[in-house]
C-alpha cells in the first residue's frame, strides 16, 4: 500500500493528512519554531498511530509515496517583517525609486533593504569595477547586510558583475553572504517584478533552508527513497532541489483554495469565499464557477513578481494574533505569539491575550476538547492576561473587555473578505483553519453573507487540498521574432529541459502531461510548457442527503453573549450526526480539532459528506 503525506506547517500548528485510497488519517501538533522538522517529524509519528495503533515512524514513511510539504512560515515571516537584511547592488541609479514608487512598496522596500543599496558606475575600466564592488559589498555587510541582491542593467553587466565578484572574493568568505543575480534567478518583462522577485527570495530563502536541510538529513537516517516534495503556490509540487523560496510564499492557502474548489464544485456552489485562518494570518482567496483566480504575475504585499500565483491575499489577523490596547483603542495583530509561547491559555508563559484566550473565557472552547483533548488549556492565565493588558487600561470589566474584543476580532476578520463579496448575495465562505469556524459566522453576518461552509477537515484542510496537487515543472522563453525554425529549436530544448528535471522528479517525460502556450506580453512572444505527473486525488461526496432528521445535542455549555448575559447552548458533535441533520443557533459544534460557533439567527445542516453547512435566517 503506498500513501501520499500532506503537511501544512502553520506558525502555530501543524497539519498532516495521510491519504491511501479514499481513506484519510489526519491530526495536528504544535509547530516548533526553533527546528520546524521537529514537528514534522512529531505529526508524523501521531499519524503513524492512528494508523498501526503504536507509534510505527518507519513503517508510515516505508509505505508512503510522497511526502508533500507546504509551510506558512515565509507568509508569516514577511508580514511580521521577520527575516535577513538585504543588501542590493545595482549600476541603474533610479533603480530603488522605481522598485518603491508606490505607498505599499516603499514601504516594504524600506523595511527590507532600507538604505542598504551599493550603485556602481554604469561604465569604467575592469580594474575600477572591482575596486567599487569589492568598497560596496564591504559597505553593505558592514552596515549589516546578511544577502545580497544584485541588479544590472542588462544581463551581459550581471555577468561581469558576478565574474568580478568571484576573482576579488575568495569563495569562503563569498559564500558566507549569499548573493543572487536577478536576471539568473527569473526571466520576465518587466525590471521592477524581475527584481523584486530577487529581493523577496532573498528574504524568504533563509526560513524555508534552514527546515529543509534538517528535514532531508532526518529523512535520510530512515532509509526514505523518495524525496520530500515541495507544495508550491502555483498548485504543484516538486522536489526540494527543484524549488524557490519565493514559490512557497502562500502556498499553504492555495492548498485550502484547491480544496475550496472541490467544495465549490461538491455542493454545486458559484462564488466562494475561502478564509483560512490560522494562528497568525487569515489567508483569503477566491473560487468563482469552479474556477481559482490567478494571476500570471503573482502579487505579494503589493509588490508584482515574475512567477505565477494564485490570488489568495494575507492578513495578520489568527487564533494568535495579539490583541492589546493602543491610544485607547482595541487593536488585532499583525503581530503574533505564534506556537512559542502561544496564547497565554497554552500555559507556555505568553503574556499577550489572544481571540484564542477570548473564546475560552466566552465559553466558547471546553477545555477539556481542545485539539480533541489532547491539550489543556489555562482559563486562569487568560483572565489575568486580559484583564492586564485589555480590560484594565480601558477601565472596563472583564466582561466588557470579552465582548468587544470579540466585536474587534470579527470586525477584522470581515474586513479582510468584505470587498470580494458578490453583490449577487450568492457567495458561501467556506471557513477553515484552526481558528476559521469560530468567528467565521460573526464575521460572514458583518459581511453580508449569509451561507457559512465549514468542511469535516476544516482544522487540516490546507493539508487536505494539497491531495489535489500533482508534480509538475514549467519553462519559458522569449521566441519574440524567432523564425519557425528557431522556436523549433527552443521547444526541443525545452522540452530536453522538462525530460531532465522530470527523470529527477522520479518520472520519464512519456508518463507526464505535456502543455504548450504561447503568449504575449509586453509586447514580447512568450513560449511556455508546462510537464505534469499526475498523482491520484480525492472526491467529495455531492448532493444534500435525502431526508433530514433533528440534529443530536451531547450536552450544553455557557457561552457569553453580552456583558450581563450568558447563555445555555447544545452542543454538537459533528461526527456523531447523521447526514442531514439540522438545529438552530445559539449552538456549539464541536468537529474533529476545531470548535465551530452558531450565533442566535443561523441554522445548521449536516451534509452528506459530514461537512457542516450553517444559514443566517435573521
Request: charged share 20%.
Amino acid at each position: 500500500m503506498e500513501r501520499l503525506i500532506n503537511i501544512d506547517n502553520g506558525g502555530t500548528l501543524t497539519d498532516i493528512v495521510v491519504a491511501s485510497g479514499t481513506d484519510f488519517t489526519f491530526t495536528k501538533t504544535l509547530t516548533t519554531p526553533v527546528d520546524l522538522s521537529q514537528c514534522l517529524f512529531d505529526a508524523m509519528t501521531k499519524a503513524s498511530a492512528q494508523i498501526y495503533g503504536d507509534a510505527n515512524l518507519a513503517g508510515l514513511l516505508h509505505s508512503t509515496q510522497h511526502i508533500r510539504y507546504s509551510s506558512t512560515q515565509g507568509t508569516n515571516a514577511l508580514v511580521q517583517r521577520k527575516g535577513p537584511l538585504i543588501g542590493l547592488i545595482t549600476d541603474d541609479p533610479t533603480l530603488p525609486d522605481s522598485l518603491g514608487n508606490s505607498e505599499e512598496t516603499a514601504g516594504l522596500f524600506n523595511d527590507l533593504i532600507g538604505a542598504r543599496v551599493g550603485i556602481i558606475a554604469a561604465a569604467g575600466t575592469p580594474e575600477d569595477l572591482a575596486q567599487q564592488l569589492v568598497a560596496e559589498i564591504n559597505r553593505l555587510t558592514t552596515a549589516g547586510a546578511e544577502r545580497l541582491v544584485v541588479a544590472g542593467q542588462s544581463a551581459e553587466r550581471e555577468h561581469l558583475f558576478k565574474r568580478t565578484m568571484l576573482k576579488n572574493f575568495p569563495r569562503h568568505l563569498l559564500g558566507s553572504v549569499p548573493i543572487l543575480f536577478s536576471r539568473e534567478f527569473a526571466t520576465d518583462t518587466s525590471r521592477q517584478r524581475q527584481v523584486w522577485s530577487g529581493i523577496l527570495n532573498s528574504f524568504l530563502h533563509p526560513t524555508v533552508e534552514r527546515f529543509l536541510y534538517s528535514a532531508e538529513h532526518r529523512l535520510r537516517a530512515y532509509k526514505v527513497k523518495n524525496p520530500l516534495l515541495i507544495y508550491r503556490n502555483d498548485g504543484a509540487s516538486s522536489r526540494v532541489a527543484k524549488s524557490v523560496a519565493l514559490k512557497t510564499y502562500s502556498s499553504g492557502p492555495r492548498g485550502g483554495l484547491e480544496g475550496t474548489r472541490a467544495l465549490a464544485e461538491a455542493y454545486g456552489l458559484d462564488n466562494v469565499l475561502m478564509i483560512d485562518v490560522g494562528g497568525t494570518t487569515t489567508d483569503v482567496g477566491a473560487v468563482a464557477n469552479s474556477t481559482i483566480a490567478v494571476d500570471r504575475r503573482g502579487s505579494i504585499q503589493g509588490v508584482d513578481i515574475s512567477y505565477e500565483m494564485s490570488n489568495v491575499r494575507s492578513t495578520g489577523v489568527g487564533g494568535s494574533s495579539i490583541i492589546a490596547v493602543h491610544d485607547g483603542k482595541i487593536t488585532v495583530g499583525p503581530e503574533s505569539v505564534g506556537a512559542a509561547p502561544g496564547p497565554a491559555c497554552f500555559g507556555f508563559g505568553g503574556t499577550s491575550a489572544t481571540i484564542t484566550d477570548v473564546n475560552l473565557l466566552l465559553g466558547v472552547l471546553d477545555p477539556a476538547t481542545y485539539l480533541n483533548g489532547e491539550m489543556a488549556l489555562d482559563a486562569e492565565r487568560s483572565r489575568a492576561v486580559i484583564i492586564k493588558t485589555v480590560a484594565d487600561p480601558l477601565g472596563i470589566s472583564l466582561e466588557e473587555a470579552l465582548i468587544l474584543m470579540e466585536a474587534s476580532y470579527s470586525s477584522h476578520l470581515a474586513r479582510s473578505f468584505a470587498d470580494l463579496v458578490s453583490a449577487t448575495g450568492d457567495t458561501t465562505v467556506a471557513a477553515f483553519g484552526g481558528g476559521g469556524p469560530m468567528n467565521a459566522c460573526s464575521a460572514a453576518r458583518i459581511a453580508r453573507v449569509h451561507q457559512v461552509l465549514v468542511p469535516r477537515l476544516a482544522a487540516v484542510f490546507s493539508a487536505y487540498g494539497i491531495s489535489f496537487s500533482d508534480i509538475a515543472q514549467s519553462y519559458e522563453a522569449n521566441v519574440t521574432s524567432f523564425s519557425p525554425a528557431e522556436i523549433g529549436a527552443v521547444r526541443t530544448a525545452l522540452q530536453a529541459d522538462a525530460g531532465k528535471d522530470m527523470f529527477q522528479e522520479g518520472h520519464d517525460l512519456s508518463e507526464c502531461q505535456l502543455d504548450w502556450s504561447t503568449r504575449v506580453e509586453d509586447g514580447e512572444e512568450i513560449l511556455a510548457l508546462k510537464a505534469t505527473f499526475r498523482l491520484p486525488h480525492p472526491e467529495i461526496a455531492n448532493g444534500a442527503p435525502a431526508t433530514a432528521s433533528i440534529a443530536v445535542a451531547a450536552g450544553t455549555r455557557q457561552v457569553r453573549s453580552t456583558p450581563t448575559q450568558v447563555d445555555t447552548v447544545a452542543v454538537y458533535h459533528l461526527d456523531e450526526q447523521k447526514p442531514g441533520a439540522t438545529a438552530a443557533g445559539p449552538a456549539i459544534v464541536e468537529g474533529p480539532f476545531f470548535t465551530a460557533r452558531v450565533p442566535l439567527g443561523w441554522t445548521l445542516t449536516v451534509s452528506t459528506a459530514g461537512d457542516l453547512q450553517l444559514a443566517d435566517t435573521l
